[in-house]
T-cell receptor, first 114, second 114 residues
């Protein structure tokens, strides 16, 4: 299985500030998809953003954006103007173009302080 | 629109007992998945199903059994529960296996095996 690594077990950010969560992955495939999921204390898994590997343009969704570096196999998530509701566990996930399941990293716990 | 539901939300059982976790989706999605979430491991795929009566193993299938007689239901059975199966279990569904199709997750079942 492809390996997804999130090297930051915990991160902290002040309200209204910007934070970047790191993710690297290992694959020999050229076509694949990358995702960031948010898991708040309710445990519900919520898709935040996704990126197709064949697209050079970085995906953005409102305050969330990614920095996708295909050659470096890096996929970081930037959260701008952080809000208290952003506090959650964030998981990076990988899926092959022809695959069916998601391969998850171990997660980064984000704390947002007032 | 109920979406995807899991029952029970919490379950405590004893070693050696049989336990069945239920998953039901109202979208008529073809694909359904079972993941387990453990501290330090992210989410790992147990089994998946491409359609009714079609199932296949994921990364960690040992000790689990699945069935899918109807498109909307995908129960997961622990035939003889062990302490190592204490975990949070997530069911997910997607319309197709294509990576572009989002996987929708249920709220999870927290299982404790004593």
């Amino acid at each position: 299985a492809q390996t997804v690594t999130q090297s930051q077990p915990e991160m902290s950010v002040q309200e209204a500030e910007t934070v970047t969560l790191s993710c690297t992955y290992d694959t020999s495939e050229s076509d694949y998809y990358l995702f960031w999921y948010k898991q708040p204390p309710s445990r519900q898994m919520i898709l935040v953003i996704r990126q197709e590997a064949y697209k050079q343009q970085n995906a953005t969704e409102n305050r969330f954006s990614v920095n996708f570096q295909k050659a470096a196999k890096s996929f970081s998530l930037k959260i701008s103007d952080s809000q208290l509701g952003d506090a959650a566990m964030y998981f990076c996930a990988y899926r092959e173009d022809s695959g069916y399941a998601l391969n998850f990293g171990k997660g980064t716990s984000l704390l947002v302080t007032p | 629109d109920a979406g995807i539901t899991q029952s029970p939300r919490y379950k405590i059982t004893e070693t050696g007992r049989q336990v069945t976790l239920m998953c039901h989706q109202t979208w008529s999605h073809s694909y359904m998945f079972w993941y387990r979430q453990d501290l330090g491991h992210g989410l790992r795929l147990i089994y998946y199903s491409a359609a009714a009566d079609i199932t296949d193993k994921g990364e960690v299938p040992d000790g689990y059994v699945v069935s899918r007689s109807k498109t909307e239901n995908f129960p997961l059975t622990l035939e003889s529960a062990t302490r190592s199966q204490t975990s949070v279990y997530f069911c997910a569904s997607s319309e197709r296996a294509s990576a572009y199709n989002e996987q929708f997750f249920g709220p999870g079942t927290r299982l404790t095996v004593l």
